[in-house]
């Protein structure tokens, strides 16, 4: 079965530092990873995916994320946080069986202070 | 603009009420998808709709009743609902059955059942 892990429920970070958002995922076959956003009163946006190839994929607004085969983990990172950035991040895996399926994350509440 | 258009942004109705939840988008996707987010909890697929068929149905009761009349429109009627089933309704689209697509979302419908 497939599944997805946010072990943070909120994550807190000074503006300027290093963030990580983390994410563990179980499936069966390959992998389909992606991160998504969501604002206050707003519906999600996608940031990045993984699907095949290099480990560090890049997205939007200076968001990246690096996927471990060996951890069964794809982490969100950004180098500089913003406050801008404060939002409920979300982690996906896509069934490889069924591409109509997609599994969620409970999310992880990101508070980027000033 | 996100390309996916819910209507009503807010809903309050009563247990006996009759009501729907309007989702149009305007990417030219092939698939539509119903979420519901409630608070701290993983996203929860709903119903899936590919080319107008429903394709999934994640075990919803049946006073959740999902119409797709064509690949830009879907709706969920909504009858003799239950105080649980106030939430924030997410509708969201993609293109088709590749592993690659993310998936649209719209900014949803927050319902509340008095």
């Known amino acids: 079965a497939q599944s997805v892990a946010q072990p943070e429920d909120q994550v807190n970070v000074a503006e300027g530092n290093p963030l990580t958002v983390k994410c563990t995922y179980s499936v069966s076959g390959n992998p389909y990873l992606f991160w998504y956003v969501q604002y206050p009163n707003r519906g999600l946006q996608f940031l990045l995916k993984?699907?095949?190839?290099?480990?560090l994929v890049k997205g939007s607004y200076g968001f990246e994320a690096e996927f471990n085969k060996s951890q069964t983990s794809f982490h969100l990172k950004k180098p500089s946080a913003l406050v801008s950035d404060s939002a409920l991040y979300f982690c996906?895996?896509?069934?490889?069986?069924?591409?109509?399926?997609?599994?969620f994350g409970s999310g992880t509440k990101l508070n980027v202070k000033p | 603009e996100t390309g996916v258009t819910q209507t009503p942004r807010h809903l309050v109705m009563g247990m006996t009420n009759k009501k729907s939840l309007k989702c149009e988008q305007h990417l030219g996707h092939n698939a539509m998808y119903w979420y519901k987010q409630s608070a701290k909890k993983p996203l929860e697929l709903m119903f899936v709709y590919s080319l107008e068929e429903r394709v999934e149905n994640n075990s919803v009761p049946s006073r959740f009743s999902p119409e797709c009349p064509n690949s830009s429109h879907l709706f969920l009627h909504l009858h003799t609902l239950q105080p649980e089933d106030s939430a924030l309704y997410l509708c969201?689209?993609?293109?088709?059955?590749?592993?690659?697509?993310?998936?649209?979302f719209g900014d949803g419908t927050r319902l509340s059942i008095l």
């Open positions: 993984y699907i095949t190839g290099d480990n």
């Open positions: 969201a689209s993609s293109p088709g059955q590749g592993p690659n697509q993310p998936q649209h």
């Open positions: 996906a895996v896509r069934d490889g069986g069924n591409f109509n399926k997609f599994y």
